[in-house]
């Protein structure tokens, strides 16, 4: 079938919005606000008012400022989510260089017998070095003394790891061949290095969502990770529902509790509380749990001031 739609201009969509029942008090700041943030973007944040997907009819007094204040929040938690994963990934990082460092040397990343797959070492062992490579292009001073000192091709992998992408740097972790290396990775973690490898893999995904700043509060995530068994505490706060593991929930209680281990004393759950009290978000559409636990109490209750 061919596509039939033609485009509409900043007032067309207005007064579509307002055929479908939508309260517009103000056309004019509706119009500024969808010119710069696209009518097609903003429908996946109208859809939850939506009394009929079909007609695409909305609930009765649905104001635009409804659907703004969603996208807000989605956009703020976008942003406190990156927070946490960046503490994480610099942790992660830390640990996946220094273990593999004191049991390999100073280039376990060129060493291929260290990883079960050849065929995805040479894949990110390639783009390891297209990223030295553009690194160097782009004045990266580390990587300029390196190659001009030294014979190895790649720089030691302290310095290897701080070029690599959370997704990649998931990916060499996921590929180590001992399973002694990998324990020692996820052991300041207090995870199974099962648990570890594919919740990182999850957080990749995570992480690619916020930094395209895609919708993230009620999406149907495709990538779950697997629920870890211990410790005791952390595993009675995930929701095990099938729908639960498809939603944002458990990856939060993951963020709060790894925050604990590598930013000790931190607020993040309390300023995550905090984003939606502000906005009075709907828990369900986020995979809470019906029973309360030590972390969805952390995670829905504003306790103080952060």
């Known amino acids: 079938m061919k596509f039939g739609k033609a485009p509409t201009s900043f007032d067309q969509q207005v007064d579509r919005l307002m055929d479908r029942g939508m309260v517009i008090p103000d056309r004019n700041t509706v119009i500024r606000y969808l010119s710069h943030l696209n009518y097609y973007r903003l429908t996946a944040y109208w859809l939850p008012f939506e009394a009929d997907h079909e007609t695409h009819r909305f609930f009765p007094e649905t104001r635009f400022s409804d ?18 994963i960046e503490r994480v990934e610099v942790s992660v990082r830390t640990g996946f260089s220094y273990h593999s460092s004191q049991r390999h040397g100073s280039h376990p990343h060129l060493k291929p017998e260290l990883f079960f797959d050849k065929g995805k070492y040479r894949e990110n062992l390639a783009k390891l070095k297209d990223e030295v490579n553009r690194s160097q292009r782009s004045g990266e001073k580390f990587v300029r003394h390196f190659r001009e000192k030294y014979d190895e091709p790649l720089p030691p992998i302290w310095a290897a790891v701080e070029l690599m992408s959370f997704g990649q740097l998931s990916k060499w972790y996921g590929n180590l061949k001992s399973r002694t290396d990998r324990k020692a990775i996820a052991e300041p973690y207090g995870l199974d290095e099962k648990c570890l490898r594919s919740f990182l893999h999850h957080l990749s995904v995570i992480r690619n969502l916020c930094a395209h700043h895609s919708r993230l509060w009620n999406r149907e995530l495709t990538v779950i990770f697997r629920l870890p068994g211990r410790p005791a505490e952390l595993a009675s706060g995930l929701n095990p529902n ?22 000790p004393g931190h607020h993040w759950d309390h300023r995550l509380a905090s984003l939606f009290d502000r906005h009075g978000i709907d828990f369900d559409r986020m995979g809470f749990p019906k029973v309360s636990s030590e972390y969805s109490i952390r995670l829905s209750t504003y306790g103080r001031t952060c």
């Open 67 to 84: 659907v703004l204040d969603l996208y807000i929040f989605d956009r703020e938690l976008r942003l406190l989510i990156l927070d946490a």
């Open 242 to 263: 099938p729908e639960g593991k498809r939603r944002l929930y458990n990856t939060l209680v993951m963020l709060v509790y790894l925050m604990d281990i590598v930013s």
